[in-house]
């Protein structure tokens, strides 16, 4: 999957849509554009999306879960220095 996290930074009356083009520049050139989603948090706007099938065809199957892993704990050091204040796992 394919994700892009756009921060609101004090633009969070600015249009969704505003948001969401940022994240499809983003994205642009990977993935499935037919399968993909929206969801919008408190702190960012996300835009998900699948492989594309010749990135499957690349990757080959993954199926991983790494919450509680150690691995998921070296992946959170390297970007805790951009996340919020009093940002919770």
Not at 6 to 20: E, Q, S, V
Not at 32 to 49: K, N, Q, S, Y
Not at 52 to 64: D, I, K, P, Y
Not at 67 to 84: D, K, N, S
Request: hydrophobic share 45%; glycine share 8%; aromatic share 6%.
């Amino acid at each position: 999957m394919w994700h892009a996290s756009i921060a609101y930074h004090g633009r969070r009356g600015a249009p969704i849509a505003d948001h969401l083009a940022r994240a499809e520049r983003a994205l642009r050139g990977v993935g499935d554009t037919d399968h993909e989603w929206v969801e919008r948090g408190t702190i960012a706007m996300h835009l998900r999306r699948r492989l594309s099938f010749a990135e499957q065809s690349a990757a080959g199957l993954v199926m991983r879960d790494i919450r509680g892993t150690p691995e998921a704990v070296e992946r959170l050091a390297a970007v805790r220095q951009w996340l919020p204040p009093g940002y919770v796992e």
